[in-house]
Nanobody, 121 residues
Framework: QLQLVESGGDLVQPGGSLRLSCGASGSTFRYYAVGWFRRAPGKEREGVSCISASGGRTNYASSVKGRFTISRDNAENTVYLQMNSLKPEDTADYYC??????????????WGQGTQVTVSS
């Protein structure tokens, strides 16, 4: 399994921006779709965004569409989540995970340990 490491979480004011990174070990990272997920305190985990292995297809939860942008650099084995216009309801632990395939569907494989995002004034 791949090892994934998230970074970039921080405390930010409403309206602010953060960029999360999901770095992976191993040369096979480029063959997997990668999703970002989050779990807010007292809530269930939800999918935030996903990007196909090639980077050509992306999707977003309705709650973040237009504010978040997912991208990947396969040469650097990294997937990014640019988060703009952050709201308090975006406060959560954010996780990245690979799908067992090139598209954003099916079984999830490797998970990172998470990075905390807090949006508060």
């Amino acid at each position: 399994q791949l090892q994934l490491v998230e970074s970039g979480g921080d405390l930010v004011q409403p309206g602010g921006s953060l960029r999360l990174s999901c770095g992976a070990s191993g040369s096979t990272f480029r063959y997997y779709a990668v999703g970002w997920f989050r779990r807010a305190p007292g809530k269930e985990r939800e999918g935030v965004s996903c990007i196909s292995a090639s980077g050509g297809r992306t999707n977003y939860a309705s709650s973040v569409k237009g504010r978040f942008t997912i991208s990947r650099d396969n040469a650097e084995n990294t997937v990014y989540l640019q988060m703009n216009s952050l709201k308090p309801e975006d406060t959560a632990d954010y996780y990245c995970a690979t799908y067992e395939g090139t598209e954003c569907r099916g079984v999830l494989g490797s998970w990172g340990q998470g990075t905390q995002v807090t949006v508060s004034s």
